[in-house]
């Protein structure tokens, strides 16, 4: 089946601190790859998503990059704010499901110190 | 445009109640989709509609069930609730049911069982 490891966390950053995400994924067909953020007390944001092998999903200043040979989706951004404190979800949408159903990994939050 | 709601955002029902939760999918959408996030479990696919038909299903017992309409509207129920039915329940919405439609949160109902 489908499946999607993150890296645990918590993860405490200092402001303008670079950050790093990890995200493997399990999937049986071709994915489509995505990052939700989640604010306290919201749903879920899309803040990218790449739909083939080393396509480069990029928003407010967050990249992720589609590998398939590694099977990740790593999410970076070079200088975070404490308004980026937020817990950060990859999930992944599998064409062999004929559908878009979402796997999600765990879930990891970040907070930013000023 | 308007984004996706859900009605209502709180509830607090006692165990063997009942519950129907309401989602309105952003203007256009045809495809709504239903996830369940708690703390243990994560973010789980519960089901998803599309032209009123249910195609896909997660793992979940018989208790939880839905419908869409022919607006697109949809609703969620919840027959003999128990404790471990506590959760934010989470809809979405995407244009299509391809795998590489994004789908676009909801800011959940927060449903507490006694």
């Known amino acids: 089946g489908n499946s999607v490891t993150q890296m645990e966390g918590p993860v405490t950053l200092s402001e303008e601190a670079f950050l790093t995400i990890n995200c493997t994924y399990t999937a049986t067909g071709y994915p489509s790859l995505f990052w939700y953020v989640q ?3 919201e749903g879920l944001q899309l803040l990218l998503k790449a739909t083939k092998a080393d396509d480069k999903g990029s928003n407010k200043g967050f990249e992720a990059t589609y590998r398939k040979e590694t099977t990740s989706f790593h999410l970076e951004k070079g200088s975070v704010q404490v308004s980026d404190s937020a817990v950060y979800f990859c999930a992944l949408s599998d064409r062999s499901n004929a559908g878009n159903m979402l796997t999600f ?8 110190k000023p | 445009k308007a ?5 209502p955002r709180y509830l607090i029902k006692t165990r063997g109640q009942q519950v129907t939760l309401s989602c309105s ?3 256009g959408h045809r495809s709504v989709s239903w ?6 479990q994560g973010l789980q696919f519960l089901f998803e509609y599309f032209s009123e038909t249910q195609r896909n299903k997660g793992n979940f017992p018989g208790r939880f069930s839905g419908r869409q309409f022919s607006n697109s509207r949809s609703e969620m129920n919840v027959s003999t609730l128990e404790l471990g039915d506590s959760a934010l329940y989470l809809c979405a919405s995407s244009l299509e049911r391809t795998s590489t439609d ?8 927060r449903l507490t069982v006694l």
């Open chain 1, 105 to 112: 990994g765990g879930g990891t939050r970040l907070m930013v």
């Open chain 2, 35 to 40: 996830y369940q996030q708690t703390p243990g």
């Open chain 2, 3 to 7: 984004g996706v709601t859900q009605t």
């Open chain 1, 39 to 41: 604010y306290p007390g």
């Open chain 2, 102 to 109: 994004t789908q676009y949160f909801g800011p959940g109902t």
């Open chain 2, 25 to 27: 999918p952003i203007s």
